[in-house]
């Protein structure tokens, strides 16, 4: 069965510094590995990676994706407020459908 | 363009109910996805459907139903609730559900509580 592993599950940091979120991975088909942000209700899409996208940027946020290692990080400089959220990483391998990990509880305290 | 909408945003139930959730999809989305969100398990892929087909459909119980309407619409139904099935139900859409060149919109969700 699919697995997706985040850590850490929880971090507090300061606003301006940088976080680093993992993510990793054991599928039998891989195809892409996804980040989203969760606020308060609806999972919002922040990044694809798949083998022809490794690498992915977006103002602040960051991510790449190792396929040897079977990994990804998100990378968040310069943090906000408005950062804090849960950061969800998930496989789109299989089938139609996500495979999600337990997600990441991101705080910035101002 | 309207994001994925769902109805209701909050539900209370009695265990032994069951209850029935809505989701309409982005305009021009044809794959319909739900999941279940709880503290503890996290976010589980509960079924897709696309042209009014089940494709896929997750580790759940026979309680736990779907369908699909000829607009794309899709309910969900939970027959003899459980207090366990307590949770936020979010629907997602995507334009044919091929998740490499089309990720997934979330709706808000339906919070579901059982008592």
């Known amino acids: 069965e699919d697995k997706v592993v985040q850590s850490p599950l929880s971090l507090v940091v300061h606003e301006g510094d940088t976080v680093t979120l993992n993510c990793s991975y054991e599928?039998?088909?891989?195809?892409?590995l996804l980040w989203y942000k969760q606020e308060k209700k609806a999972p919002t899409f922040l990044f694809m990676l798949t083998s022809s996208g490794i690498e992915k940027k977006s103002g602040r946020l960051s991510s790449i994706l190792d396929k040897k290692e079977l990994f990804s990080i998100l990378n968040i400089t310069a943090t906000q407020t408005g950062d804090s959220a849960i950061y969800l990483c998930?496989?789109?391998?299989?089938?139609?459908?996500?495979?999600f990990g337990k997600g990441t509880l991101l705080t910035v305290n101002p | 363009k309207a994001g994925v909408t769902q109805t209701p945003r909050y539900l209370i139930k009695t265990r032994g109910q069951q209850v029935t959730l809505s989701c309409s999809p982005i305009?021009?989305?044809?794959?319909v996805s739900w999941y279940q969100q709880t503290p503890g398990q996290g976010l589980q892929f509960l079924f897709e459907y696309f042209s009014e087909t089940q494709r896929n459909k997750g580790n759940f119980p026979g309680r736990f139903s779907g369908r699909q309407f000829s607009n794309s619409r899709s309910e969900m139904n939970v027959s003899t609730l459980e207090l366990g099935d307590s949770a936020l139900y979010l629907c997602a859409s995507s334009l044919q559900g091929n998740l490499i060149n089309s990720p997934l919109h979330f709706g808000n969700g339906t919070r579901l509580t059982v008592t």
């Open positions: 305009s021009g989305h044809r794959s």
């Open positions: 599928v039998t088909n891989f195809r892409s």
């Open positions: 998930a496989d789109g391998g299989s089938n139609y459908k996500l495979t």
